[in-house]
């Protein structure tokens, strides 16, 4: 196999490491904290560079898969393997960023998620990194990071043939047994070398060049991987028709775009394409009726407008000179669908959204990847958690929202569809001894349960714990007079023990001025009433 030379790319990215060490070992100052900054914004822009260049690296693999699925298979799913391992290692870099910013700046996560480095306040701040990173115990973050770092290096290793795996792994950088020292000259871990002592703006900084090194990897693996294909592989035995779709699954008032090929010839050639919609096969009886396409480079660019919904079809000839000279004609058909936008914004757990918990919802949208999906909502936020869509921080006095869909489209936002939903304050739960609101508990049992526990009513389909707070017990004695008891959270205190001690059958326990903590703070909740049997 031939070797690499180092990328402009590459050179790139240790310039920027060499930089981040000397910035690293001096004392933060306005001039190092903005050079901090510049060095980050670099970083991001790379990134988002590498991982353009990445999709269009797959883009080409997958083109190539469909032209010759059975050639190309076993190197495109290497491929899927490796793209999958690094949007799991990004992702989870990327939480480490969030969190981190979260836990220095004391705001959510979803705040974290979205503020630029140079709107944090406390990116000179060193102490809370250190903790997170570090930990009292030398258990922090940094020490789970240097795991995944490996676990992600070996596992994209393996992907490659043992042979060559030592010269890809020279390339690929995600070094962490290097030999580093401190200040002082003494020796350090990988962990105290990067994340001690540094502040939040080195360490955002960081890890962006860690990305940027798992992208590296990546788009090196996958490199590998397209050049494994050889132009002896496509060498084919039977010369036929291709059609490579951008998508089968077309909005109304879109157009519909597919290449048409014969892979098997020279591209600069300039094929006769004829096509006629509406049909399965196209013959030399309906020829009349079909649309010419000029080719241009060994392919035809098909463009129908999507004007009417349902399931559309064609069919054609491509016309091709054989290096014998002679004209041959290859047959193609084809069909997609045409549908209105539209999306699907389903509540998980309720037919409301309610205030103060998070509201799990499940979003589609027609035709639509998940990864594209972009939704905005009128109150409160919605925000991709690891399990999905979250609703939550709904206003106090909103009574009302409704979720906007759009997706992605080459840089554009197609609107997809909307719903609205009404806002709530959760049902009071209901207090209960032994599972029991209301009815006969034998003195013996409730002197073994001595608490009130709360839970929603069955007719509420969502999951939210309510905590008792305080609670007064009364006991009603003879001649209208009473004698009652305050707890100041769930537990019957002792003189409540006592007082149930001295009671006999068919005595009555009121527990009333029930107070409970829920998602909106305090709030008073109905009585109950028990008698001993």
């Known amino acids: 196999m031939a070797s690499y030379k180092e990328t402009p790319r590459q050179k790139m990215i240790a310039m920027m490491y060499l930089v981040l060490t000397a910035l690293l070992a001096l004392n933060v100052s306005k001039e190092i904290l903005d050079a901090f900054l510049v060095v980050n914004e670099s ?87 250190t903790y997170y990173f570090i930990g009292s115990e030398y258990n922090g973050e940094a020490y789970t990071i240097k795991k995944k770092i490996n676990e992600y290096k070996q596992n994209i290793l393996k992907i490659i043939e043992e042979e060559h795996r030592e010269f890809i792994e020279q390339r690929i950088g ?14 350090v871990p990988w962990e105290r070398h990067n994340f001690y002592h ?17 992208y590296n990897a990546e788009s090196d693996v996958i490199t590998y991987l397209y ?14 028709a291709k059609v490579i779709p951008n998508s089968n699954y077309i909005f109304l008032g879109d157009e519909y775009k597919a290449e048409v090929l014969v892979a098997a010839y020279d591209t600069t050639q ?46 054609g000839i491509i016309r091709m000179v054989t290096p014998l000279g002679d004209t041959n004609n290859y047959h193609f058909s084809h069909e997609y669908i045409v549908a209105k936008p539209s999306a699907t914004i389903s509540p998980t757990k ?8 998070d509201n799990p919802v499940l979003i589609s949208a027609s035709g639509t990847a998940d990864a594209h999906i972009r939704p905005d909502i009128t109150a409160g936020s919605i925000i991709r958690e690891t399990e999905g869509w979250v609703v939550k921080n709904l206003p106090s006095n909103a009574i009302n929202t409704t979720i906007k869909i759009y997706a992605d489209d080459k840089g554009d936002r197609k609107f997809m569809g909307e719903q609205l939903f009404r806002i709530k304050k959760l049902p009071d739960p209901l207090a209960k001894i032994m599972g029991v609101k209301e009815g006969k508990i034998s003195k013996k049992k409730l002197l073994a349960n001595t ?24 006991i009603p004695l003879g001649g209208g ?51 001993l049997n």
């Open 481 to 531: 007079y009473v004698t009652k008891e305050k707890s100041e959270d769930q537990k019957f205190n002792q003189k409540m023990k006592d007082m149930i001690q001295t009671l006999k059958k068919n005595d009555v326990i009121l527990f009333q001025d029930i107070k409970v903590r829920g998602p909106e703070g305090p709030r008073k909740i109905e009585s109950i009433t028990i008698t």
């Open 227 to 240: 050049k494994s294909i050889s132009a002896e592989d496509f060498k084919f035995n039977k010369v036929g």
């Open 43 to 129: 970083m991001e822009t790379t990134n988002e560079k590498f991982a353009k260049k990445i999709d269009e690296t797959y883009s080409e693999f997958q083109k190539q898969y469909t032209i010759n699925t059975k050639k190309v298979e076993d190197y495109w799913f290497k491929a899927k393997e490796a793209r999958k391992l690094s949007q799991d290692m990004v992702k989870y870099l990327d939480s480490i960023k969030f969190t981190v910013i979260s836990k220095t700046e004391g705001i959510t996560m979803a705040e974290a998620a979205i503020i630029p480095l140079a709107e944090c306040k406390k990116k000179d701040d060193f102490n809370r990194p």
């Open 270 to 315: 300039n094929p006769e394409v004829y096509v006629i919609e509406g049909s399965d096969t196209l013959t030399m009886r309906n020829l009349g009726l079909a649309k010419q396409y000029e080719g241009k480079e060994g392919m035809v660019e098909l463009t129908f407008p999507a004007s009417t919904e349902g399931t559309k079809k064609y069919a």
């Open 198 to 214: 540094t502040i939040l703006a080195a360490d955002i900084t960081i890890l962006n060049k860690i990305i940027a090194e798992v």
């Open 174 to 187: 995600l070094i962490t047994d290097g030999e580093y020292r401190s200040a002082d000259g003494m020796r």
């Open 451 to 474: 608490f009130l526990v709360c839970q929603l009513p069955e007719w509420v389909d969502f999951e939210y714990k309510f905590k008792v707070t305080s609670f007064t017990m009364i």
């Open 350 to 357: 309720m037919n409301v959204f309610y205030r103060g918990v």
